[in-house]
């Protein structure tokens, strides 16, 4: 695992700066570099840098201000934050992540990208980079001698550019018959038949940057779609995959004259997007502390299922981050809207998936796919974590419709989720009281920008007839 203390870093630069240079010498015809950091929301925010000017990523760092990693999801200053009028909006500094610098395969210009993560003047990791809040989580199974096996699911929908004119998405074209698509198609093999192209230049890309995708399916919707990430064990790299991959998926539409979203619920009557999350803990001797001698499991499972419920109602608001996430929860969905989990059973927040002894792991369907996967990684194994240490009781599992179960709602909507999350002890030691603090004021400014919108449905509802 990667623990990025300032020795760390210095000790890392030289080993950096000589792929980099192996990288430009390899790709000469590069001209730009697209450097950025992931925000709260996951949004990825940076510059644009001549490649001589991208050297300094390698050396002294490139300085960018801390309070980008305080902004709404339009790019707004969130001025509760602290990071603005308080510290006088002062800089960072950004290095290079090791491996992310990579070739950008979907761009006319020749363009490498390269992921940053930011530290304070001083040299310590600055706590407002999510990044830097899952390295901390890294640290902490790494002193208990345990070690995080995770893997992602990601959905998406792939949509026209001729959107109506209110802006709604419509289902794409498909570039091989011409003929929208209008109809649920799960796991037809004739749907990513119709998207091959895009499909496919999907999964070049992910080999080109070193994202290792896995299997690829046709999902509820239409137009949507699913990637599935291979597990590591370096959680880290889990959450890089799942952003790179995002960008990826956006990148390749594009190039192929499409959209893509991974908006939580962009059709009211379809499926939403989900971040579907495995994981297994491993111990010191590399064994599979949830493996059991029978499906059942260990009773290290049933203690990390227990700590994953009850971190549920704070951890909501960084698992369904937008307003629109809580469009997703629905009965019978495939979006879980209680607290429970069970064997195999896809309605329950928390599923053991029916695997081989050996793999037995924990999927954690709650997340939408709109979510910042390292904050999304973060709470899972702080609540795993939790339970560990405390023993805790996840109750009985529910077999058949977890929709009726009598058990405790998900906070469904968007500002008891940012309540629960704002008293949340469990947040405050898993994410950090500043960042509490620092979430918590972004999502409550887009609150309250959302609230005071008069829709399009009040529009031709009341306007004439009242």
């Known amino acids: 695992m990667r623990i990025f203390s300032e020795t760390r870093m210095t000790q890392k630069k030289p080993a950096v700066k000589t792929d980099a240079a192996n990288f430009f010498a390899e790709n000469p015809d590069i001209t730009t570099v ?46 509760e934050a602290g990071l603005v009028t308080e510290t006088g909006d002062t800089d960072g500094v950004c290095f290079a992540v ?19 993560t930011m530290q304070t003047a001083e040299g310590s990791p600055f706590f407002g980079d999510p990044r830097h809040i899952l390295e901390r989580m890294a640290a902490r199974y790494k002193k ?60 070049q890309a992910c080999e080109l940057q070193g994202v290792p995708a896995d299997t690829t399916l046709s999902e509820n919707g239409p137009g949507q779609f699913e990637v599935n990430l291979v597990h590591t064990d370096d959680i880290l790299d889990a959450a890089d995959h799942a952003v790179m991959l995002k960008r990826i998926v956006k990148g390749v539409a594009r190039r192929h004259g499409l959209d893509a979203t991974f908006m939580a619920k962009p ?78 059973n896809r309605s329950t927040a928390i599923r053991v998936p029916d695997s081989d002894l050996n793999n ?47 058990a405790e709602t998900l906070p469904l909507t968007w500002g008891k989720a940012i309540a629960r999350f704002q008293r949340s002890e469990f947040i405050g030691n898993c994410l950090g009281a500043d960042y509490r603090k620092l979430y918590a004021a972004c999502k409550a400014q887009e609150k309250t920008l959302f609230d005071s919108m008069i829709s399009d449905v009040e529009y031709n509802t009341y306007l004439r007839d009242i």
């Open 34 to 79: 697209e450097a950025f950091i992931v925000d709260a929301n996951g949004v990825l925010r940076g510059k644009w840098l001549p490649v001589k000017g991208a050297q300094k990523l390698f050396e002294g760092g490139l300085r960018m201000a801390r309070s980008v990693y305080a902004v709404d999801i339009w790019g707004n200053d969130v001025l």
């Open 98 to 116: 090791p491996g992310s610098l990579k070739r950008v395969p979907w761009l006319e210009t020749p363009t490498a990208q390269i992921l940053l």
């Open 144 to 203: 208990r001698g345990l070690k995080a096996v995770t893997a992602t699911e990601l959905e998406f929908y792939l949509f026209s550019p001729d959107q109506n004119r209110q802006g709604y998405p419509s289902p794409p074209i498909s570039p091989r018959t011409g003929r929208r698509q209008d109809a649920v198609q799960t796991y037809s093999l004739g749907e990513m038949r119709e998207f091959e192209d895009v499909l496919a230049g999907i999964r």
């Open 267 to 344: 059709y009211a009557e379809e499926s939403g997007n989900g971040l579907h999350a495995h994981v297994s803990v491993l111990d010191k001797k590399g064994r599979n502390i949830f493996a059991g001698k029978t499906t059942e499991g260990t009773p290290a499972l049933r203690h990390a299922i227990g700590g994953l419920l009850a971190a549920l109602p704070g951890s909501t608001a960084v698992l369904a981050a937008n307003v629109n996430s809580y469009r997703r929860f629905a009965k019978g969905s495939h979006a879980p809207t209680k607290i429970t989990w069970g064997y195999d």
């Open 360 to 406: 037995t792991r924990i999927e954690h369907r709650v997340a939408g796919a709109d979510a910042n996967p390292y904050l999304v990684m973060t709470v899972i194994l702080g609540g795993i974590l939790a339970g560990l240490d405390g023993e805790t009781d996840p109750g009985e599992p529910v077999a058949g419709n977890a929709y009726a179960s009598p």
